[in-house]
């Protein structure tokens, strides 16, 4: 008895990727099925495609408003360094005064009695600007943080675009190995039409090399490649809608991507070593790492500070008047609603406390120590993934070599058993060996040229290659 031809399995697994559905799936919320709109329709390449994706992508979006959040806390600390300045207005009633009297040698208030008529009203203007003149580092460490800060913010953008571009180069792969997987059913599908046709004719013959039921094992072939070619279609449409999301077309645009089929371009690949250490450097992880410990250093240092004095000089002024109110010229004794007066002093202002500030040094210590041990982390796994990616691509491209070999040999294989055929020197059995042999070269080697070039792309992910 015959076996299912293996490429309706290979089929299966390049266009229903549990991994490739998984991206799809949880990646791209709000992704419809059915079949793809009619409208206008543009073919975009690659590179296109990411361009768009990290221009419309709500996650770059997102990074973005952090980081003018960040520069935003720089400018407030920068606008620490200038003078401050607090004012108070006031307007309120008040009592009606005469100044006093000395009548036979004693002080006497000749002011109206408390009234309706005796209430006035006044007005008072404080002003006090303040310039900070040492403050043992709490403006520079967290000037120095914040600039860090924004540093970090832009690594983590970096880092956000790299994922980006990893996941779109994996849906437009995956679109790419749909259409060709559908490509490679249909040719599937034709050669079982023309093996059965040469088996009619010679079946009217009365050929001696043909079997009626050879004829029932075409149809029972064909029914898994029918099956395969209509998974194949789904695996296409899901790939095609979820990458459409990804980039925000609009309903009304259809695309088609650039490419027909997937393809092998040799690269002269570097030691493993230099990818390893490239990744140590260009990573955007560990800039934003070292960016971010520079930063909390920084934060733990403007913490210590705080528990320091801060000195400064101010300028304190004072303006109140009151009608009704006669003033009093008299510099021990101070009128508070009817003066003017202005000053320069300096002074020092100290908070103590109980233990709040230890424990918030504390704290800002407590998250540097994280810190360094995710760096620890990082700096011990991303080697293992540079070397995971590098012995993935190397692996994938010998394959590509190997099956793209495989199928064009069983390509001839299946020219050569359908002549024999037609000559009475073959059997049905031999042409039918030779289609199924070359369906599993040919989606192995549709599957490799996949691996092949995503391996590819995360090893650019890995070593913090910027291919936007």
Same mark, same amino acid.
């Given at each position: ?30 992704? +419809? +099925? ?20 990290? &221009?419309?992508?709500?996650?770059? +979006? ?7 959040? &960040? ?48 209430? &006035? ?40 675009? !790299? ?55 075409? #149809?029972?072939?064909?029914? #898994? ?21 990804? %980039? ?11 490419? /027909? &089929? ?73 009128? #508070? ?37 995710? /760096?620890?982390? !990082?700096?011990?796994? %991303? ?17 590509? #070599? ?67």
């Amino acid at each position: 008895m015959a076996k299912t031809p293996s490429f309706i399995s290979s089929a299966r697994f390049l266009i229903l990727s549990p991994m490739i559905l998984c991206s799809l799936v949880f990646l791209l919320p709000g992704i +419809g +099925g059915g079949e793809e709109p009619k409208g206008e329709r543009v073919v975009l390449s690659l590179p296109e495609i990411i361009d768009m994706a990290i &221009t419309k992508s709500p996650e770059v +979006g997102e990074v973005q408003s952090e980081i003018a959040g &960040t520069k935003s806390d720089l400018e407030q600390v920068k606008a620490a360094y200038f003078p401050q300045l607090e004012s108070t207005a006031l307007v309120g009633p008040v009592q009606k005064a005469n100044e006093p009297l000395i009548v036979n040698g004693r002080i006497t208030d000749p002011s109206p009695s408390l009234s309706v008529s005796g209430i &006035t009203y006044f007005g008072r203007l404080d002003l006090t600007m303040t310039q900070p003149l040492y403050t043992f580092g709490k403006l520079s460490n967290r000037e120095e943080a914040a600039s860090r800060g924004i540093k970090a913010k832009e690594s983590q953008l970096d880092e956000k675009k !790299a994922q980006i571009v990893l996941r779109v180069k994996e849906l437009y792969y995956a679109l790419v190995l749909s259409r060709a997987g559908l490509a490679a059913a249909d040719e599937a599908g034709n050669f079982f039409d023309e093996a059965g046709q040469r088996m009619n004719r010679l079946l009217e013959l009365s050929s001696p090399n043909v079997r009626e039921n050879d004829l029932y094992r075409i #149809d029972a072939y064909r029914a #898994d490649t029918l099956r395969s070619r209509a998974e194949a279609e789904k695996g296409a449409r899901v790939a095609y809608f979820a990458l459409k999301s990804f %980039i925000r077309l609009p309903a009304g645009v259809d695309f088609d991507p650039a490419e /027909k &089929t997937l393809s092998m371009q040799k690269e002269d690949l570097a030691g493993l070593e230099s990818y390893i250490q490239e990744a140590m450097s260009k990573r955007p992880e560990f800039k934003q790492l070292a960016e971010a410990l520079a930063a909390q250093e920084s934060q733990v240092k403007a913490a210590t500070s705080d528990r320091y004095p801060s000195f400064f000089a101010a300028l304190q002024g004072s303006l109140a008047g009151a009608p009704g109110r006669e003033t009093l010229y008299n510099r021990y004794i101070m009128d #508070d609603f009817n003066h003017t007066y202005a000053g320069v002093v300096t002074g020092i202002k100290w908070n103590f406390d109980f233990g709040i500030s230890k424990a918030k040094v504390d704290k800002m210590r407590a998250e540097y120590d994280k810190l360094i041990h995710t /760096k620890a982390y !990082a700096e011990m796994n %991303i080697p293992i993934q540079v070397t995971k990616s590098y012995q993935e691509h190397l692996e994938w491209r010998a394959a590509v #070599d190997s099956y793209q070999k495989a199928a064009t040999a069983s390509r001839k294989w299946i020219i050569a058993a359908l002549s024999d055929f037609d000559m009475g020197v073959g059997t049905a059995d031999e042409m039918l060996r030779a289609i199924e042999k070359y369906g599993q070269n040919r989606g192995k080697f549709l599957e490799a040229l996949f691996r092949y070039n995503l391996s590819m792309a995360e090893l650019e992910y890995a070593v913090g290659l910027k291919t936007w």
